[in-house]
T-cell receptor, first 111, second 111 residues
Framework: GQQLNQSPQSMFIQEGEDVSMNCTSS?????WLWYKQEPGEGPVLLIA?????ELTSNGRLTAQFGITRKDSFLNISASIPSDVGIYFC???????????FGTGTRLQVFP | DTAVSQTPKYLVTQMGNDKSIKCEQN?????MYWYKQDSKKFLKIMFS???????INETVPNRFSPKSPDKAHLNLHINSLELGDSAVYFC??????????FGQGTRLTVV
């Protein structure tokens, strides 16, 4: 089945640093979604991407839909302590429409 | 107003018991889901309903039975609970094949 692998698995950074993480798949996706999950909460949608090559921003967050349609990237600029959480990529499976989630990237930000 | 709400938030119960988790969405979405998040934070889809009809049923034991009385509600009933059922269960909803919105989760602990 389709799988989404995220890297890095975890990141420990200093406040103010920029962060980059990515998500790769062995098969093509037509939509890429990025979610953030804070402790004790459900995942919250950050950015949705619908077209290959698309670059979309949401405040300090920028995400890109890879040209091959097999990957996506999320960047966070000037990180702050409240950026802490697990970031998931997700996309609908092409043949079943179920939303598949990546393995997650845990972000820890130190003041 | 909470868009996707599920109750209870915490559930501690003994092995062998039967329990239910309720979910309601007020977003007018046609599709609702149940996801299971394990201790490693992997999010796996369990069921998907569209307009009260079962669309996706992943390889989930028969002890798990979803019920959708109307398109705004999707409840999850679990029979004969086992230790391995301990996890966080998330309800979500979406317009068909688009970004999903999640509830806060139900942390189930089977002792």
């Amino acid at each position: 089945g389709q799988q989404l692998n995220q890297s890095p698995q975890s990141m420990f950074i200093q406040e103010g640093e920029d962060v980059s993480m990515n998500c790769t798949s062995s098969s093509i996706f037509n939509t890429w979604l990025w979610y953030k999950q804070e402790p004790g909460e459900g995942p919250v949608l950050l950015i949705a991407l619908y077209k290959a090559g698309e670059l979309t921003s949401n405040g300090r967050l920028t995400a890109q839909f890879g040209i091959t349609r097999k990957d996506s990237f999320l960047n966070i600029s000037a990180s702050i302590p409240s950026d802490v959480g697990i970031y998931f990529c997700a996309g609908p499976s092409y043949n079943t429409d179920k939303l598949i989630f990546g393995t997650g990237t845990r972000l820890q930000v130190f003041p | 107003d909470t868009a996707v709400s599920q109750t209870p938030k915490y559930l501690v119960t003994q092995m062998g018991n039967d329990k239910s988790i309720k979910c309601e969405q007020n977003l007018g979405h046609d599709t609702m889901y149940w996801y299971k998040q394990d201790s490693k934070k992997f999010l796996k889809i369990m069921f998907s309903y569209n307009n009260k009809e079962l669309i996706i049923n992943e390889t989930v034991p028969n002890r798990f039975s979803p019920k959708s009385p109307d398109k705004a509600h999707l409840n999850l009933h679990i029979n004969s609970l086992e230790l391995g059922d301990s996890a966080v269960y998330f309800c979500a909803s979406s317009r068909a094949n688009t970004e999903a919105f999640f509830g806060q989760g139900t942390r189930l602990t089977v002792v």
